[in-house]
C-alpha cells in the first residue's frame, strides 16, 4: 500500500481530538468488517463509527485489536464510537448496554457513546418490539433521564465522551438545560441533498460538532429504489470531479469537510476505503461549493419511520 493519509482532527468541547474522518459500520458484515476496520486503519483512518445495532461490535473490535497487536497503533491513537439503542434507556439498563458494547469489541473504554434516537422503545426485548398490526411499541423514558446515566459511563471510566444522535434543535436545548456534562456530538444524516446548515449552525453556536451519517447518500441503505437520486451518479458532481481529478465520492465528502462536519463513509472495499481518505490534499472553491449547496432538497434517506408516532420522533421540525 501506498503512504497513509494523514487525517486532521478537531477539538470536541471536552478537549478531546477527534478525527475529522471515519470509517461507518453500518451494513459492514461480519466476514468483511474485520478487513475494513483493518485497511482503514492502513489507510490512515483513526476513527470507527460503530453501534450496538449494525450487530457487528466483535468484528469491528477483532480489527482494531489486530492492529494494535500488530504495533501499527495503540489504543490511544484511534477514536472508536459506539451508540445506545432505543429499548436501553432506561436509567437501570444504560450502564450496563455501555459495558455489553465494550465486551462485544473486546475493549476496556469507547471514545465515544451516543444516544442513538431521542426515542425510547419499549425495553426488555427485540431491538424494535412490534405490536401485532406491525407498528413498534414506545418507552416513556425521557432521554433527560437516559442522558444522566450516559455522564455515568463518563464517571465510571466506560467512555471518554458522550454525545447523541438525529436529535433535533428543541431536543438538545432541553438537554443542556439539565444536563451536567455537555453534549460533545451531534450525529445526524448529512449530505449535499440534506446538508442542515441550520442544524450545524445552532450546534456550532453552542460548541457542538456534527457527524455527518450517510455522507455519500448511503446507495446502500436496504430501502434504496431503482431509480432514486444518486448523489455520485450526479452530473455536476462528476465535472467538478474532473476539475480536481477527484472521484465524486472524494468531492462529495470534502465538501461536508468544508461545511465543518465529520463524515464517517462506510466501505468495506479496499479501495475505496483508501480513496475515501484522500480528500486532505485539495479544496473546493467556494464557487464550487455554492453549486453543491444547490442541491440541498430535504432529500431525507434514513427517516426511522417505525419511530414517526413517537412524541420524540425528531424530524417533525424544521431542524
Ligand atoms: N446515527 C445513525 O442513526 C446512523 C449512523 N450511520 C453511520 O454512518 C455511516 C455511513 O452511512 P451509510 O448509510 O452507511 O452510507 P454512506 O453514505 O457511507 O454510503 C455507503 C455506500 O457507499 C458505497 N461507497 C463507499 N465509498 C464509495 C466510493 N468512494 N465510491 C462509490 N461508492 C462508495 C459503499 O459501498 P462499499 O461498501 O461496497 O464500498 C456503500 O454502498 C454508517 O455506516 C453508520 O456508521 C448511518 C445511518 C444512521
Ligand atoms: O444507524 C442506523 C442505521 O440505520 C438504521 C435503520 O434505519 C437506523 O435505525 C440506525 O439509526
Redesign the pocket.
Known amino acids: 500500500m501506498s503512504q497513509p493519509s494523514h487525517c486532521p482532527t478537531i477539538k470536541l468541547n471536552d478537549g478531546r481530538n477527534f478525527p475529522v474522518l471515519g470509517l461507518?459500520?453500518?451494513?459492514?458484515k461480519p466476514g468483511e468488517v474485520e478487513q475494513a476496520v483493518k485497511d482503514a486503519i492502513d489507510a490512515g483512518y483513526r476513527h470507527i463509527?460503530g453501534?450496538f445495532f449494525y450487530d457487528n461490535e466483535p468484528e469491528v473490535g477483532k480489527g482494531v485489536k489486530a492492529k494494535i497487536a500488530e504495533g501499527v497503533i495503540r489504543r490511544e491513537d484511534i477514536f472508536i464510537t459506539s451508540?445506545l439503542w432505543n429499548t436501553f434507556h432506561r436509567p437501570d439498563l444504560v450502564v450496563d448496554a455501555c459495558r455489553q458494547s465494550l465486551k462485544n469489541f473486546g475493549l476496556d473504554y469507547l471514545d465515544l457513546y451516543l444516544i442513538?434516537?431521542p426515542m425510547a422503545y419499549e425495553e426488555g426485548g427485540e431491538l424494535f418490539p412490534t405490536n401485532p398490526d406491525g407498528s413498534v411499541r414506545y418507552s416513556d423514558v425521557d432521554f433527560v433521564d437516559t442522558w444522566k446515566e450516559m455522564e455515568k459511563c463518563v464517571q465510571l471510566g466506560l467512555v471518554k465522551s458522550i454525545g447523541v444522535?438525529?436529535f433535533n434543535s428543541k431536543q438538545l436545548d432541553r438537554l443542556l438545560k439539565s444536563c451536567t456534562i455537555r453534549p460533545t456530538v451531534n450525529?445526524v444524516?448529512c449530505?449535499a441533498y440534506l446538508n442542515q446548515r441550520k442544524l450545524i449552525d445552532f450546534c456550532n453556536a453552542r460548541n457542538i460538532i456534527i457527524t455527518a451519517?450517510?455522507?455519500?447518500?448511503?446507495?446502500?441503505?436496504p430501502w434504496a429504489k431503482p431509480g432514486d437520486p444518486n448523489l455520485?451518479e450526479d452530473p455536476k458532481v462528476k465535472k467538478i470531479a474532473q476539475k480536481y481529478s477527484k472521484?465524486p465520492?472524494q468531492v462529495i465528502l470534502r465538501y461536508l469537510i468544508q461545511n465543518g462536519t465529520v463524515p464517517?463513509?462506510?466501505?468495506?472495499?479496499k479501495q475505496?476505503i483508501v480513496?475515501?481518505i484522500q480528500i486532505f490534499d485539495f479544496e473546493l472553491t467556494s464557487a464550487d461549493m455554492d453549486v453543491i449547496d444547490t442541491f440541498d432538497c430535504n432529500g431525507r434517506l434514513?427517516p426511522q419511520l417505525d419511530g414517526k408516532d413517537h412524541p420524540e420522533y425528531p424530524f417533525n421540525i424544521d431542524f
Open positions: 461507518g459500520t453500518w451494513k459492514s463509527d453501534a451508540k442513538h434516537w444522535s438525529n450525529q444524516e449530505h451519517y450517510s455522507p455519500l447518500g448511503s446507495p446502500d441503505r455520485l472521484s465520492a464517517i463513509p462506510k466501505s468495506v472495499s475505496r480513496e475515501n434514513i
